[in-house]
């Protein structure tokens, strides 16, 4: 009840300032209470020493702080955190609203005491520079200030530093801008139906007469610019011709194996074939792939040159006949001649060393180039082991020739025949297996030559035996086997 009473009375006394207390719904007035200091312990007495009870903290709601904090002198009292109490302004701050002036006496007062110039992070401009009018404002050096004035009628860039500047020259009307030795310039201007050119990067384009990017280009370009001079669009692979002052398209791909014929003045056609009566005149040379003849082909005959023409032999032959020369003029077809000797032939040429090309046969030329004729005789090739060496295929007498030289002198060739001592001299070897021998005098072009006209068996070996020396490259190092009879 005591503590009731006095919050009752110290609210009362703070809201009303009454000396007098009624409590609400009683008949008990109270005597004016003196109320002194809280004491430390937070007690309020009455003035007969009675205690009305503990208070803390008073409520805002009952006219308080809610705060125990003591207050000092000049301070703006502040509301922070559900409670009343002072804020941190100084005296200093305060004399700025004392109540001989308003803010903006006090604030006039200040400028004069501020430091110029004022700095950006402060809201200035950190120069003293006044400003005039129609300028840009920049940034430069730390300072926000107008660039220099651009004279009307110029056009802008930004210098080195990035500033504003105007062009160094008045600008005309209706002129190309461009980059130039790091300003804007107007190009010169152009006349009506110019098209503006690029001349590349090292320097500024150009108006010119006349010419048009074909992607930009509209209308129909005439034939004498470069254009068809029509509008039609074009299939796939078809000729093109010219028609009526236009470029264009033959109105058909032909068929797989048409020809092209002429219409005179009229466009060409496709046709199925062109008939030799009525459209190819004259006789094609020879120069050209024709037979500079008229004549009719037969059947089965030999074709010949005759006086500059391509032919052919007047008959077919009979059966079992031969083809006789007749030197100069055309051949003729003959009767078998009784005892024919079918042409057989191997020919050697231009030496190539001894030997296989790793091992054996260390006596035995070789050769680079062959020439075998007929089926009587087989050539067989160096091989690893062994070298050149003609076999007989068909016996009978058979003319053989072996040339070869030797550059120092005194080597041995000779033609050897089934012999087995390939490396030794054919000097020493078996006599019957030697059918010539002869020493080389000192060259090695054409040397020395031997020579045998033997009757060869089937499967008989004939080979170019030397004793080592022999070292002729040239083609006239040769070997000969030639069948001459049955």
């Known amino acids: 009840m005591k503590k009731i009473l006095g919050l009752l009375l110290l609210t009362s006394l703070l809201a009303f300032g009454a000396n007098e207390y009624k409590q609400p719904n009683a008949s008990i007035f109270y005597k004016t209470l003196t109320l002194?200091?809280?004491?430390?312990?937070?007690?309020?007495?009455?003035?007969?020493?009675?205690t009305l009870g503990t208070v803390t903290k008073i409520p805002i709601a009952n006219g308080g702080t809610n705060s125990s904090n003591t207050l000092s002198n000049s301070k703006v009292i502040?509301?922070?955190?559900?409670?009343?109490?002072?804020?941190?302004?100084?005296?200093?701050?305060?004399?700025?609203?004392?109540?001989?002036?308003?803010?903006?006496?006090?604030?006039?007062?200040?400028?004069?005491?501020?430091?110029?110039?004022?700095?950006?992070?402060?809201?200035?401009?950190?120069t003293g520079n006044t400003l005039s009018n129609n300028s840009f404002i920049v940034s430069s050096g730390g300072t926000i200030g107008e660039a220099a004035p651009i004279t009307a009628r110029r056009s802008v860039w930004?210098?080195?530093?990035?500033?504003?500047?105007?062009?160094?020259?008045?600008?005309n009307n209706n002129r190309v801008i461009v980059s130039s030795g790091g300003t804007l310039a107007e190009i010169a201007a152009g006349t009506s139906a110019q098209v503006l050119t690029s001349n590349g990067s090292a320097s500024a384009p150009s108006w010119q007469a006349g010419t048009v990017a074909l992607g930009s280009a509209t209308?129909?370009?005439?034939?004498?610019?470069?254009?068809?001079?029509?509008?039609?669009?074009?299939n796939n692979n078809r000729l093109v011709v010219t028609s009526g002052g236009t470029i264009g398209e033959l109105t058909s791909n032909g068929n797989s194996g048409n020809i092209l014929q002429s219409n005179g003045?009229?466009?060409?056609?496709?046709?199925t074939n062109a008939p030799v009566a009525t459209n190819i005149t004259g006789t094609l040379a020879v120069a050209h792939g024709g037979t500079n003849s008229t004549i009719t082909l037969n059947n089965n005959r030999i074709i010949v040159s005759s006086g500059g023409t391509i032919g052919e032999?007047?008959?077919?032959?009979?059966?079992?006949?031969?083809?006789?020369?007749?030197?100069?003029?055309?051949?003729?077809?003959?009767?078998?001649?009784?005892?024919?000797?079918?042409?057989s032939t191997v020919y050697l040429d231009t030496g190539n060393g001894l030997g296989g090309s790793v091992s054996g046969d260390t006596m035995i030329r070789n050769f680079t180039n062959n020439t075998v004729v007929g089926s009587a005789l087989t050539y067989t090739a160096r091989t690893t082991t062994a070298a050149d060496f003609i076999t007989v295929v068909s016996?009978?007498?058979?003319?053989?020739?072996?040339?070869?030289?030797?550059?120092?002198?005194?080597?041995?060739?000779?033609?050897?025949?089934?012999?087995?001592?390939?490396?030794?001299?054919?000097?020493?070897?078996?006599?019957?297996?030697?059918?010539?021998?002869s020493n080389v005098i000192a060259t090695a072009s054409y040397g020395s030559s031997v020579s045998a006209i033997w009757y060869l068996n089937a499967n008989d070996v004939i080979r170019a035996h030397t004793d080592g020396g022999p070292d002729g490259a040239r083609d006239a190092t040769q070997f000969r086997v030639v069948k001459v009879s049955n």
Do not use: F
């Not at 002194?36 to 009675?50: D, E, H, M």
């Open 36 to 50: 002194p200091t809280l004491n430390t312990s937070g007690v309020i007495t009455n003035t007969s020493g009675g």
């Open 78 to 126: 502040v509301s922070s955190g559900g409670t009343i109490g002072e804020s941190t302004t100084t005296t200093t701050q305060l004399s700025y609203l004392d109540a001989t002036s308003s803010i903006q006496t006090q604030i006039n007062g200040k400028q004069a005491t501020l430091t110029l110039p004022l700095t950006i992070v402060n809201g200035g401009t950190n």
């Open 158 to 171: 930004s210098d080195a530093n990035g500033l504003p500047v105007g062009s160094n020259s008045l600008l």
């Open 219 to 234: 209308g129909t370009l005439a034939v004498a610019h470069g254009g068809t001079n029509s509008t039609i669009a074009l």
């Open 265 to 271: 003045n009229a466009a060409p056609t496709w046709v």
């Open 313 to 343: 032999l007047t008959s077919n032959g009979i059966s079992g006949q031969v083809l006789s020369s007749n030197g100069n003029a055309a051949p003729t077809w003959i009767a078998t001649p009784s005892g024919t000797i079918a042409k």
């Open 395 to 437: 016996a009978g007498v058979y003319a053989i020739t072996y040339d070869d030289g030797d550059s120092l002198g005194g080597s041995i060739i000779g033609i050897s025949i089934n012999s087995s001592q390939t490396s030794t001299s054919v000097g020493t070897i078996t006599a019957s297996t030697r059918l010539a021998a």
